[in-house]
């Protein structure tokens, strides 16, 4: 396979193409029909002129008879944990009470940065007073919750060994030389830490000091977070298989093959469980339901569509999280569609054409999306009605200079958090924005210093951030 860089340092987000995939055409800005059609608004770069291949072939509109209406929020709450990347099983937390100043606390180090051969792929998870995080080569570390201070570490690589028969037939030495990269956390209720990796592992350590209780191989990477609950550990392979584990022991349970997809974005989806229905998205586009028990089906549906002008959209993956919010689904996938799904009968109650890698936020009455363009979009939960869109990577301002600059190298931004009436996104920039979440004004802006493209979190009265350097971020 080969790599499709998104830009410089969109490490966490690098598309994972086939070489038979052959990415030549460019295309630019248009409405396009979600389900078809011709499009009578496409457009070609003129002599010498260069159009993004990364740009977007649809285009969506905030509801003019909503300009102004306003929306129910529910109140903010203080968080005392954040066990999962999404906070919860449902990967759904409504509104957080934290990070009123808006100002950074303080930055700690913890270990291999992203780069050319490593990622970072973990958002943080935590408890009251720890946050536990992982580097770019499997390294987990527990950090204390107010100081940044290092409790412990434990490097969770395998052991390097000899030169070993490999490859195709066996017949091509092929050396262990540890080669892999990311995954990500999840913090149990049995204060276990457990940990899915690219070196082809999910383990469990104890939370309180690092040691390392059991070790379960996979057949393929993985890199994303799993999910704990109800004694059983979930998580996505890079090879599209749901796989489970008993929590405890590590015995691994039922598995669930999706469709197999050559090309992938880098960072993986983790998987959302409410009550006894497990939730997952793979690289596929297929977002599937499934018995959290046994592994039955429930239902299947496809987050996927095919552009004539972005090559692209041939990506189908959903690399965000399913979000489970009272009785829905949402999810989006990179090919171009953001859907509200009934979680008992598998039914879409809409969609739009919204082109994402990030997870939505569901509060009260609104749902919030940051597509791949940089547009943060505020959308009614219950009939997929726009509210707001403000565009983050709005270039109106910029010299040809920096327009072009921006095109080659665009910016990225993270899946938002709720916190305080303001909608908080990060981004591969280094900068942090607050929206009005009513309005999406923007509010306040923050330097972080290094490219950021991990969700947030907040425990107690911080915001916890990861970047690509491998530094945890404290927001107060």
Same mark, same amino acid.
């Given at each position: 396979?080969?790599?499709?860089? /998104?830009?410089?340092?969109?490490?966490?987000?690098?598309?994972?193409?086939?070489?038979?995939?052959?990415?030549?055409?460019?295309?630019?800005?248009?409405?396009?029909?979600?389900?078809?059609?011709?499009?009578?608004?496409?457009?070609?770069?003129?002599?010498?002129?260069?159009?993004?291949? /990364? $740009?977007? @072939?649809?285009?969506?509109?905030?509801?003019?008879?909503?300009?102004?209406?306003?929306?129910?929020?529910?109140?903010?709450?203080?968080?005392?944990?954040?066990?999962?990347?999404?906070?919860?099983?449902?990967?759904?937390?409504?509104?957080?009470?934290?990070?009123?100043?808006?100002?950074?606390?303080?930055?700690?180090?913890?270990?291999?940065?992203?780069?050319?051969?490593?990622?970072?792929?973990?958002? =943080?998870?935590?408890?009251?007073?720890?946050?536990?995080?992982?580097?770019?080569?499997?390294?987990?570390?527990?950090?204390?919750?107010?100081?940044?201070?290092?409790?412990?570490?434990?490097?969770?690589? =395998?052991?390097?060994?000899?030169?070993?028969?490999?490859?195709?037939?066996?017949?091509?030495?092929?050396?262990?030389?540890?080669?892999?990269?990311?995954?990500?956390?999840?913090?149990?209720?049995?204060?276990?830490?457990?940990?899915?990796?690219?070196?082809?592992?999910?383990?469990?350590? @104890?939370?309180?000091?690092?040691?390392?209780?059991?070790?379960?191989?996979?057949?393929? =990477?993985?890199?994303?977070?799993?999910?704990?609950?109800?004694? #059983?550990?979930?998580?996505?392979?890079?090879?599209?298989?749901?796989?489970?584990?008993?929590?405890?022991?590590? $015995?691994?349970?039922?598995?669930?093959?999706?469709?197999?997809?050559?090309?992938?974005?880098?960072?993986?989806?983790?998987?959302?469980?409410?009550?006894?229905?497990?939730?997952?998205?793979?690289?596929?586009?297929?977002?599937?339901?499934?018995?959290?028990?046994?592994?039955?089906? %429930?239902?299947?549906?496809?987050?996927?569509?095919?552009?004539?002008?972005?090559?692209?959209?041939?990506?189908?993956?959903?690399?965000?999280?399913?979000? /489970?919010?009272?009785? @829905?689904?949402?999810?989006?996938?990179?090919?171009?569609?953001?859907?509200?799904?009934?979680? #008992?009968?598998?039914?879409?109650?809409?969609?739009?054409?919204?082109?994402?890698?990030?997870?939505?936020?569901?509060?009260?009455?609104?749902?919030?999306?940051?597509?791949?363009?940089?547009?943060?979009?505020?959308?009614?939960?219950?009939?997929?009605?726009?509210?707001?869109?403000?565009?983050?990577?709005?270039?109106?301002?910029?010299?040809?200079?920096?327009?072009?600059?921006?095109?080659?190298?665009?910016?990225?931004?993270?899946?938002?958090? %709720?916190?305080?009436?303001?909608? /908080?996104?990060?981004?591969?920039?280094?900068?942090?924005?607050?929206?009005?979440?009513?309005?999406?004004?923007?509010?306040?802006?923050?330097?972080?210093?290094?490219?950021?493209?991990?969700?947030?979190?907040?425990?107690?009265?911080?915001?916890? %951030?990861?970047?690509?350097?491998?530094?945890?971020?404290?927001? #107060?």
């Amino acid at each position: 396979m080969s790599r499709l860089m /998104i830009s410089k340092r969109s490490v966490a987000l690098v598309a994972l193409m086939s070489a038979s995939m052959a990415v030549t055409g460019c295309s630019t800005v248009s409405k396009l029909n979600p389900f078809g059609g011709k499009d009578k608004n496409k457009s070609t770069a003129s002599q010498g002129q260069r159009i993004s291949i /990364i $740009a977007f @072939d649809q285009k969506v509109e905030a509801n003019e008879g909503l300009k102004g209406a306003d929306f129910y929020l529910p109140e903010p709450a203080v968080q005392a944990e954040w066990r999962l990347p999404g906070g919860n099983g449902e990967q759904s937390v409504e509104h957080v009470d934290a990070g009123k100043d808006f100002q950074i606390a303080w930055k700690r180090g913890f270990g291999k940065k992203s780069g050319r051969k490593f990622h970072v792929t973990a958002p =943080p998870v935590a408890s009251g007073e720890r946050i536990y995080v992982m580097d770019g080569i499997a390294e987990v570390s527990a950090i204390d919750a107010k100081t940044g201070s290092v409790l412990w570490s434990k490097d969770l690589r =395998p052991a390097a060994g000899p030169t070993r028969k490999g490859g195709f037939l066996g017949l091509i030495p092929q050396k262990n030389d540890r080669s892999g990269f990311g995954g990500g956390v999840a913090l149990g209720p049995d204060n276990k830490l457990y940990v899915a990796s690219g070196f082809r592992f999910v383990a469990q350590i @104890d939370a309180t000091n690092g040691n390392l209780n059991w070790t379960q191989p996979a057949s393929t =990477p993985i890199h994303g977070a799993p999910t704990v609950v109800d004694g #059983r550990v979930f998580v996505v392979s890079t090879d599209n298989e749901l796989l489970t584990f008993n929590a405890e022991t590590g $015995a691994p349970g039922w598995t669930y093959q999706a469709l197999s997809e050559p090309a992938r974005i880098l960072g993986a989806s983790t998987p959302a469980v409410s009550g006894d229905t497990v939730v997952a998205g793979f690289a596929s586009g297929e977002l599937v339901a499934l018995r959290a028990a046994n592994g039955n089906d %429930l239902w299947n549906e496809a987050l996927s569509r095919a552009s004539r002008t972005n090559a692209l959209s041939e990506i189908r993956d959903i690399p965000g999280r399913p979000v /489970i919010y009272k009785g @829905d689904v949402f999810a989006v996938s990179h090919s171009g569609v953001f859907a509200a799904t009934d979680l #008992r009968t598998g039914q879409a109650r809409w969609t739009l054409p919204v082109t994402a890698i990030t997870t939505p936020w569901a509060a009260g009455d609104v749902v919030y999306v940051v597509d791949k363009a940089g547009q943060v979009i505020c959308v009614s939960r219950e009939n997929g009605s726009i509210y707001w869109i403000q565009d983050l990577n709005n270039t109106e301002a910029l010299s040809k200079k920096q327009k072009k600059k921006r095109a080659k190298h665009p910016i990225l931004w993270s899946t938002p958090i %709720l916190a305080n009436g303001r909608l /908080i996104t990060v981004s591969s920039a280094g900068e942090a924005v607050a929206l009005n979440a009513k309005t999406g004004a923007k509010e306040k802006t923050l330097k972080i210093g290094s490219s950021v493209l991990l969700n947030p979190i907040a425990v107690g009265n911080m915001i916890y %951030l990861v970047t690509d350097d491998a530094e945890l971020v404290a927001i #107060r």
